[in-house]
């Protein structure tokens, strides 16, 4: 049986969409934009700081469905310039230090809001 996830530290969906579902021990979360809970803002700054602010969003989601980000299997981050992918790089290295999740990651054209980074994720339960 599935099991929506939602997490009050992470901006309310802008669309028809949870946060993620818990399925069985794993957790699907829906593509985590660099926006503030606090301010509902996208995160000001370039793509570090939206890129620390979209992985403190998953990790958020995450941890609401019973994981962390030692639980991560696979990553899914979507960059709205192939340009900033070393220093996307560099946050998501702060996040995932070792024994990292498997990950694709790629340009696209746009992205909502405008923003610069969406990351979604696939976990399992702690």
């Known amino acids: 049986m599935t099991k929506v996830i939602t997490s009050q530290s992470a901006p309310e969906a802008?669309?028809?969409?949870?946060?993620?579902?818990?399925?069985g021990?794993?957790?699907?979360?829906?593509?985590?934009?660099?926006?503030?809970?606090?301010?509902?803002?996208?995160a000001e700054g370039g793509i570090s700081e939206q890129s620390r602010q979209s992985l403190e969003n998953?990790?958020?989601?995450?941890?609401?469905g019973g994981g962390?980000?030692?639980?991560?299997?696979?990553?899914?981050?979507?960059l709205s310039d192939i340009s900033d992918f070393a220093a996307f790089n560099a946050?998501?290295?702060?996040?995932?230090?070792?024994?990292?999740p498997a990950r694709s990651c790629f340009a696209v054209k746009d992205l909502p809001m405008g923003v610069k980074v969406e990351i979604e994720a696939i976990a399992h339960r702690a």
């Open 14 to 23: 802008i669309g028809p969409y949870s946060h993620g579902n818990l399925y």
């Open 25 to 42: 021990d794993l957790i699907f979360t829906s593509g985590q934009l660099p926006v503030s809970k606090a301010t509902g803002a996208v």
């Open 91 to 100: 946050v998501y290295a702060e996040f995932f230090k070792t024994d990292c």
């Open 68 to 78: 962390n980000l030692d639980t991560v299997l696979k990553t899914t981050c979507y």
């Open 58 to 64: 998953l990790k958020s989601v995450i941890e609401a």
